[in-house]
């Protein structure tokens, strides 16, 4: 518990001013109190959202110096309310799907064009992302973190029949926004907290500078750099399925599968490292998961890939650049194939 005051006391209690009349340091049995402009603070209650945001207006009477100190006193009071709140958010909605495809199969459904030329894999879990919510894909899961990819099928979301999950970045770039529960919560691509309740989807947190994959995602925020893909395989990870396909996986320049074309500050390079990251992260932690991108572009031997035979007959450069090193998607389908509905 953190107190905040800006009297001083006496009784046995010492006291060290470091920030003149605005902080007032005090230890009394072994217990340290911080006192700032009068207020009380206690750092796990929606009050300190409020108190925060009063103190950092008072911050612009401060000296250069007491903006130095206060600053990083606010940062880690912000810390710790964020990360209380993102282990309070996902308890509520993660512990319930731990392991529950355990040793089974996982599809995680990307939207790049290759997507058009695969068929669903009979008994495998689908985890879509973003506009593979228009597909006739059967769907469980599907995850999506930025409001401008979903905001032309908000009604299709609606009538989704499936477990949806929308992602909310935690990323502390200053006190002045990680104060919030979210750092982004003003940023024009967020998924306004409406929106999310229209589609009665879950929210979750993610963070885009993590270095490796979060492996207990019921009291860390995901690991998701520039694409909420990273998520849906951390997701995977967690049912304890033994296999994840990667499909629509592109990571090129080429678009997506509805014939859509990528914005101006899509980077296809960047992606690509991001996912080698990625790889090693997995690799490293869960070695005994087999990973295999279906019809690779950008992930080309990455890890295991295979293609499916719809795909060869349209690019049959493919079988002469490959030769004997190819490997055929062993398809167990559907009844339909994957459209546009």
């Not at 947190?205 to 995602?217: A, G, M, P, V």
Request: charged share 30%; net charge positive; proline share 4%.
């Amino acid at each position: 518990m953190i107190i905040i005051s800006n009297k001083s006391f006496k009784d046995g209690k010492k006291s060290v001013s470091f920030l003149g009349k605005f902080f007032v340091k005090e230890t009394f049995k072994g217990r340290t109190k911080i006192k700032i402009f009068g207020h009380k603070i206690f750092s796990r209650t929606n009050r300190n959202l409020r108190l925060l945001n009063d103190l950092k207006e008072r911050v612009d009477f401060l000296t250069c110096e007491q903006k130095v100190r206060t600053n990083s006193l606010l940062r880690e009071l912000s810390a710790n309310y964020l990360s209380q709140t993102i282990a309070n958010q996902h308890q509520k909605i993660f512990p319930k799907y731990k392991n529950k495809e355990k040793g089974g199969t996982a599809v995680v459904v990307a939207t790049g064009p290759t997507l058009a030329a695969y068929t669903p894999i009979k008994n495998a879990v689908h985890i879509g992302v973003n506009s593979t919510a228009k597909t006739n894909i059967p769907l469980k899961y599907w995850f999506a973190t930025d409001i401008i990819a979903i905001e032309t099928f908000i009604d299709k979301l609606v009538k989704l029949k499936c477990n949806k999950f929308v992602g909310i970045c935690a990323n502390p770039f200053s006190w002045k926004e990680s104060y919030k529960a979210s750092a982004l919560n003003d940023h024009p691509r967020i998924i306004p907290d409406s929106v999310i309740e229209k589609i009665h989807a879950n929210k979750f947190y993610f963070k885009t500078n993590l270095r490796e994959i979060s492996r207990n995602i019921e009291l860390e925020p995901f690991y998701n750099l520039c694409s909420c893909v990273f998520s849906a395989v951390t997701f995977a990870v967690y049912l304890g399925v033994k296999r994840i396909y990667l499909v629509g996986c592109d990571s090129a320049n080429n678009g997506y599968f509805d014939d859509r074309k990528q914005t101006g500050d899509f980077k296809a390079d960047n992606i690509v490292k991001d996912w080698h990251l990625f790889a090693e992260s997995l690799k490293l932690f869960y070695p005994d998961i087999e990973i295999v991108s279906i019809n690779p572009v950008g992930l080309r031997g990455l890890f295991k890939d295979v293609y499916t035979k719809e795909y060869l007959k349209a690019n049959p450069e493919l079988r002469e650049e490959l030769g004997k090193n190819i490997e055929i998607l062993n398809e167990k389908p559907d009844k339909k194939k994957t459209k546009r509905k």
